[in-house]
């Protein structure tokens, strides 16, 4: 089993920066791929960010690239998520997940692979 518990949500307004972190305990952190998701009032799960299992692989969503970072550091078992230039459409709760290996194209975005959530942090940018 693993607890995956995020922090650093909050209020910023369009242009500002937060840094989300998702602390891990239970199992060994490396040995599982990592992604942050969001979801917005209304809307379906959506993926953001995500590294392979290889640690290698960094990949984005269209939507966020070139101002979110996913970084992740195992000796602290800690997933992070660098935000700038936030905008009201980056409102959201955040997730962050991790999950074994997958398979198929595009398998990493799928919150069905997903095994381990954490509760959410919410994120709300204002205009």
């Known amino acids: 089993q693993v607890q995956l518990v995020e922090s650093g949500g909050g209020l910023v307004q369009a242009g500002g920066s937060l840094r989300l972190s998702c602390a891990a305990s239970?199992?060994?952190?490396?040995?599982?791929?990592v992604g942050w998701f969001r979801q917005g009032s209304g809307k379906e799960r959506e993926f953001v960010a995500g590294?392979?299992?290889?640690?290698?692989?960094?990949t984005y969503a269209d939507s966020v690239k070139g101002r979110f970072t996913i970084s992740r550091d195992n000796a602290k078992n800690t997933l992070y998520l660098q935000m700038v230039s936030l905008k009201p459409e980056d409102t959201a709760v955040y997730y962050c997940?991790?999950?074994?290996?997958?398979?198929?194209?595009?398998?990493?975005?799928?919150?069905?692979?997903?095994?381990?959530w954490g509760q959410g942090t919410q994120v709300t940018v204002s205009s």
């Open positions: 997940a991790i999950r074994s290996g997958c398979s198929g194209s595009g398998c990493h975005q799928r919150p069905s692979e997903y095994e381990y």
């Open positions: 239970g199992r060994t952190f490396s040995n599982y791929a």
């Open positions: 590294i392979s299992l290889s640690g290698a692989g960094f």
